[in-house]
């Protein structure tokens, strides 16, 4: 009974803490939009860039709001046109950040940017959207928006997945030059095609793992530690060094970045003589790892 308890207490606790990221990831997103991109009329796609603009055009309802209404709007639409494609993640995502923003509006309200720095604040307006967008997308989530938009677009165009979206996002951030000007325009370009790049590269550090190749005589005690202690797996090879013709074994392992510091010191500890190469990969799917 109390290893079952166990086992069912495993999927809670990994269940909170998804949540907890997302929700997470959903503040940031929003903390970046509200201070940063909509006072500055930073337009860089999703339902965010629309309600910008919608806030603009037509003042007597805030962009907070818009993106509250839109949001909901593209939610029903989804369902109805793509069925039952809206996770239960990626309409609480939607709705905690169209919320989130309408309670910015009326707890902080703004109405001029933060600083006379406009390239300032496009850096923290891709940064802190790019980390929410990165940490959703690396637990299966996203807030909707136009990602509905492009998914409608694929199911009735040739279009895959990225360009329906990219097309989408291009057409909401070329909207800024009309509403905006010019030079909110060009940044907003400039932060849609910094964001691509951005979200790509937080969700490989992310996943970041090392690849340990240890060549040592003392296979056991290595080997036993990483099962133990870190609770991995490693695989052990034969071999003879070149240049000395003694008889080697080579243990493949991973571990998370967190982990590599105390494998490294504890293998030098146990064979001082041993040689590592580490290397990074961008993601190790298996288990213990990341499921597929």
């Known amino acids: ?31 970046g939009v509200y201070f940063f991109k909509i006072p500055n009329g930073f337009v860089t796609g999703g339902v965010s860039g629309i309600g910008t603009i919608l806030g603009k055009a037509i003042p007597f309802i805030s962009s ?14 989804g369902f109805i046109v793509l069925g039952k494609m809206n996770s239960i993640k990626t309409v609480y995502c939607s709705l905690l950040f169209s919320f989130s923003t309408y309670i910015c509006e009326l707890v902080v309200p703004i109405s001029a ?23 959703l997308f690396n637990n299966n989530a996203s807030t909707g928006g136009t990602d509905i938009v492009a998914l409608i677009l694929k199911k009735y165009s040739s279009l895959d ?6 097309v989408t996002d291009f057409i909401v951030a070329s909207c800024s030059f009309f ?16 964001k ?32 133990t202690e870190l609770h991995h797996g490693a695989t052990v090879t034969e071999g003879v060094g070149s240049y ?21 010191h504890t293998i030098k500890k146990i064979d001082p003589h041993s040689f590592i190469v580490i290397t990074t990969t961008s993601e190790i799917v298996g288990r213990g790892f990341r499921s597929i």
């Open 161 to 166: 997945i990225g360009k329906a979206l990219l």
């Open 64 to 77: 907070g709001q818009w993106i509250m209404i839109i949001n909901v709007l593209l939610l029903v639409v």
């Open 179 to 194: 509403t905006f000007g010019i030079e909110a325009g060009l940044f907003s370009l400039l932060g849609l095609f910094a």
């Open 113 to 135: 940017p933060l600083t006379d720095q406009p390239l300032l604040e496009l850096v923290y307006a891709m940064l802190l959207t790019s980390a929410g967008s990165a940490i």
């Open 1 to 31: 009974m109390p290893k079952t308890a166990g086992l069912l207490k495993k999927p809670v606790i990994a269940g909170i803490v998804d949540y907890l990221l997302i929700t997470f990831g959903t503040i940031l997103m929003t903390v």
């Open 244 to 264: 000395t013709e003694t008889k080697k074994y080579m243990i493949h392992t991973v571990c998370k970045r967190i982990e590599a510091v105390r494998l490294r």
């Open 196 to 227: 691509a790049f951005l979200v790509d590269s937080i969700i490989e550090s992310i996943n970041s793992c090392k690849y340990f190749i240890v060549i040592t005589e003392k296979k056991d005690e290595i080997s036993k530690y990483i099962m």
